[in-house]
């Protein structure tokens, strides 16, 4: 039973350009959700995070869009960098799920110069 | 600063070794997570943490042993492991706060078993 899904395994983006990654969620109890960006072989960096009561979150290039009618989320990075080619895991947590993050399969980004 | 250590980098052990893992942060963060992470793979939680008790266990076989001795430190106690345990592990911390906590990760461990 896959709780977050990121139905895209991979986007490609020129640099300067927009880079917008996916993600669906089931579970109606999720009020929290976060982006994570992953190097191999790196413990994954919190990007940016968005609670249920929002449906905007901004910082820097980066914005976290929810629509929670829709169950879906996205993160837009403007304008995108070759740097920023990593994988890109969304986690959702709330509810019974209480300190415990639920994460979608991830989307490799790839940003060419 | 959003630091979690682990120690070591790299572990190499064989089936019948005892070995441990070690994380520490400084922010005084009160729950702690191990997960565990395959190539291509999201990361799976093993063990949470909070004010150092053990609040969840994944079902996680018990050749796996954490131990929490200090609201800093975090250890995962390695013993008879298999092949397929070898995996990249990943410490997390975060404050708690009422759930919209951000868990923060160290770069992991990346263990192999022979």
């Known amino acids: 039973d896959q709780q977050v899904k990121q139905n895209s395994p991979s986007l490609s983006v020129q640099e300067g350009r927009i880079s917008i990654l996916n993600c669906d969620y089931t579970?109606?109890?999720?009020?929290?959700f976060l982006w994570y960006k992953k190097y191999p072989a790196e413990g994954p960096t919190f990007l940016i995070s968005i609670s249920s009561i929002k449906d905007k979150n901004e910082d820097g290039r980066f914005t976290v869009f929810l629509n929670k009618s829709a169950k879906h989320l996205s993160l837009h990075i403007v304008p995108s960098q070759p740097g920023d080619s990593a994988v890109y895991f969304c986690?959702?947590?709330?509810?019974?799920?209480?300190?415990?993050?639920?994460f979608g399969q991830g989307t490799i980004l790839t940003v060419h110069p | 600063d959003t630091e979690v250590t682990q120690t070591p980098k790299h572990l190499v052990m064989g089936m019948t070794n005892k070995k441990s893992l070690k994380c520490e942060q400084h922010?005084?963060?009160?729950?702690m997570y191990w997960y565990k992470q395959k190539a291509k793979k999201p990361p799976e939680l093993m063990f949470v943490y909070s004010y150092e008790k053990l609040s969840i266990n994944e079902s996680v076989p018990s050749r796996f042993s954490p131990e929490c001795p200090n609201s800093s430190l975090l250890n995962l106690h390695l013993h008879a492991l298999q092949p397929e345990d070898s995996a990249l592990y990943l410490c997390?911390?975060?404050?708690?706060?009422?759930?919209?906590?951000?868990?923060?990760f160290g770069p992991g461990t990346r263990l192999l078993v022979l």
């Open positions: 922010m005084g963060h009160r729950a």
């Open positions: 986690a959702a947590s709330g509810g019974t799920s209480y300190g415990k993050l639920t």
């Open positions: 997390a911390s975060s404050l708690p706060t009422s759930g919209e906590e951000t868990q923060y």
């Open positions: 579970n109606s109890m999720f009020d929290y």
